[in-house]
């Protein structure tokens, strides 16, 4: 979804300045999940970020990640999930994320959560290569009234 020469040029070491950045924003909220091994995953969650006019009062979800080996877990839902019950309990009007167009499994997973498209679409050359799109997906809490699944 993204070129190899772009992904292989994303190191630790390069990127340490920005996650530091990241992590430390106004109002980010960081989960991490461990297993035995280490790092299983971790979700990022912030006010919505001024990118394609997000709706007003939102909160964003701008990382989640997971070691390969737990995707199918259920870990992914369960940070998702607590995600959305944080930004819930702190009076957001919703939660929103971003995801490569693509991504059809990232996308298959979100719209289980209730989550849908919006029809904001963003594209970044700079930093996603050209012809690389995030669509946005959300969901309002006024219409969060069901519990979703994994």
């Given at each position: 979804?993204?070129?190899?020469e ?5 190191t630790?070491?390069?990127r340490?300045?920005v996650w ?5 924003g106004e109002g ?11 790092l299983a995953?971790f ?14 009062g ?11 080996a737990?995707?199918?877990?259920g870990?992914?839902a369960?940070?998702l999930?607590?995600?959305r019950r944080?930004?819930?309990?702190e009076w957001?009007a919703?939660l ?5 167009e693509?991504n ?23 930093w ?9 997906y ?13």
């Open positions: 979804m993204i070129d190899d772009r992904l292989d040029s994303l630790v070491a390069n340490m300045t530091r950045e990241w992590w430390r980010v909220h960081l989960r991490v999940a461990e297993a035995e091994h280490g995953g979700l990022r969650r912030c006010p919505a970020r001024p990118i394609d006019d997000p709706p007003s939102y909160a964003e979800v701008t990382h989640l990640y997971l070691d390969p737990q995707i199918g877990t870990l992914g369960a940070l999930a607590e995600a944080d930004a819930k309990a957001y919703g929103l994320l971003r995801t490569l693509a059809a499994r990232a996308r298959r997973f979100y719209e289980r959560f209730g989550l849908q498209t919006d029809g904001g679409r963003h594209e970044e050359p700079a996603l290569g050209e012809g690389v799109f995030e669509v946005r959300r969901i309002p809490f006024d219409a969060d009234t069901t519990s979703h699944a994994s």
